[in-house]
């Protein structure tokens, strides 16, 4: 059974949801937004000027026409074919952004086959493609490869082989933008960091090759200080809702500002972190050993450790990433709808703790 995004509520985390909600308007803008993403958002909702529709979803187009000048006629645009498509993600998330080790770009589709319809994801799971396909998309681009480690076999039998079979079935292509976009300018902890409202960012390790502002996770400065507590709190509010929450280490009154940030797993980069002179580090998938090695290791307490929901750390991406695609594609010409998966990929249910 898949699971709805949600975002969590909290009377007492009023002003801390208006600031997140603030940082998402600017990524939001343009697609329309429900249920309690709405509920939690209505600032976001209301500044954006979107609407609510029902069953959870969010969905935009890259036309234009309603933002157009009454005084021009718009121009027809054309449907796009997979290449098309191909063309304009590479102008985005350019494959030489990624890892050595990663496996990104297209897993199944034909480039001749018309794609009118593309859908974002975190995950390829099998309920995300059966989600896919039932809206009837031509494309899913998903954040985490499907292939990332060799297979001998893609047997409908075997996980990985029914989702490709299911894929192919339906018509629709699967491509991965992963660690490219963690590195591009845009990506997945720029957008994290705009949420947080960081200025000044830069890389945490600066790609190798590409522009400066390109590479994995990024540094930045809060507009002031603040305290550990409502940092936590404040991104807590922002994130989907998932069963692990947010984990922290430090003291919850600390005052902190300069903040590192990577969206996915990062305790790769706690060297990169403590070189930055981060006050606190924000991240996703903290094993117990890095993160008892970086609390022996820092200085005066810091950096504080903030440990997100791999899922919901980089949930964040998927509409920017998506306005970001119709934006290029219109400018070349080209229309397609583009929607958000509302299935949550993360994979715990329940959690418990002390007291619960």
Avoid at 227 to 233: E, I
Avoid at 265 to 270: E, M
Wanted: aromatic content about 4%; hydrophobic content about 45%; proline content about 5%.
């Amino acid at each position: 059974m898949s699971k709805e995004p949600t975002f969590p509520s909290s009377e007492d985390g009023a002003d801390a949801a208006a600031q997140g909600a603030e940082a998402l308007t600017a990524h939001l803008e343009g697609f329309e937004t429900a249920g309690d993403a709405a509920a939690v958002l209505p600032d976001a909702v209301e500044a954006a000027g979107l609407s609510v529709v029902g069953d959870d979803e969010l969905v935009g187009d890259v036309s234009d026409a309603d933002d157009a000048d009454e005084e021009f006629e718009q121009e027809d645009l054309d449907t796009p074919v997979l290449s098309d498509v191909l063309v304009a993600v590479e102008e985005l998330w350019p494959e030489s952004l990624a890892e050595d080790w990663d496996r990104v770009g297209l897993v199944v589709g034909r480039p001749e086959a018309e794609v009118r319809r593309i859908m974002f994801a975190v995950d390829p799971t099998i309920e995300v493609v059966e989600e896919a396909l039932e809206w009837g998309a031509q494309l899913l681009i998903t954040h985490h490869p499907l292939l990332l480690k060799g297979v001998n076999s893609v047997a409908a039998t075997s996980g990985k082989g029914r989702i490709v079979h299911r894929l192919i079935e339906g018509g629709c292509a699967l491509l991965t933008v992963h660690t490219n976009g963690d590195s591009a300018v845009g990506g997945v902890s720029d957008v994290l960091a705009d949420v947080l409202g960081l200025a000044d960012t830069q890389p945490l390790t600066p790609a190798v090759h590409g522009l400066v502002e390109e590479g994995i996770g990024r540094v930045g400065l809060l507009p002031g200080v603040e305290k550990l507590g409502d940092l936590a709190a404040r991104i807590f509010l922002t994130l989907p809702a998932v069963a692990g929450g947010v984990r922290v280490s430090g003291d919850r009154d600390a005052l902190v500002q300069k903040v590192a940030v990577c969206g996915g797993a990062g305790d790769s980069l706690f060297e990169a972190v403590r070189a930055n002179d981060a006050d606190v580090y924000v991240t996703a998938d903290l094993r117990h050993h890095p993160a008892s090695e970086a609390r022996e290791a820092r200085t005066d307490g810091r950096p504080y450790l903030i440990d997100l929901s791999h899922f919901a750390s980089e949930w964040l991406w998927l509409p920017p990433a998506a306005k970001a695609l119709g934006n290029v594609l219109a400018d070349q010409g080209f229309e397609a709808e583009l929607r958000v998966s509302q299935t949550n990929t993360d994979p715990w249910d329940f959690i418990l703790t002390p007291g619960n």
